[in-house]
């Protein structure tokens, strides 16, 4: 089974999120919207669009997003089957969560690292 097929988003927290969101605009260039974030969509090697898109997103440093992980990160892996994979990660002893989001989004999973770090997995909706 193919497990992680790219990066899908970097979350991460911050004390004064909107003075961190100002910083990262004015001065890397990042286009970070109302939302909180920012979307950087794909490209192949001649710089032109494929599908696929990964979110950039600053959050409160209150923000139980992560929770139960105290990390103020996490990192959303693209995957190709999320139910197939969470049962595998389930099998192979993992601290797999039980619940799943699925939206006009995709499917959301979540599992912890060893360290106790949130890691979320993303099926895209089909086409995407």
């Known amino acids: 089974m193919r497990r992680v097929t790219g990066i899908g988003g970097i979350f ?7 003075a961190l969101r100002a910083w990262y605009k004015e001065h890397l260039g990042i286009d970070v919207q109302d ?13 032109k669009p494929v599908p696929g898109t990964t ?4 959050s409160g440093s209150a923000s139980d ?3 139960p992980s105290a990390s103020p990160f996490m990192v959303n892996y693209r995957v190709a089957d999320l139910h197939g994979l969470l ?3 389930r099998e192979e002893g993992c601290s ?8 006009e ?5 979540w ?3 060893p360290e106790g770090n949130k890691v979320e997995l993303w099926e895209p909706p089909a086409g995407q």
């Open 65 to 67: 997003y992560f929770a």
């Open 111 to 113: 599992v912890l690292d």
């Open 55 to 58: 979110i950039w997103n600053v």
């Open 105 to 109: 989004y995709g499917r959301f999973g």
């Open 12 to 18: 991460f927290k911050a004390q004064d999120p909107g």
């Open 96 to 103: 797999v969560l039980e619940k799943v989001d699925e939206s």
């Open 87 to 89: 049962a595998l990660l």
């Open 35 to 47: 939302w909180g974030g920012a979307a950087f969509p794909w490209t192949d090697a001649d710089g």
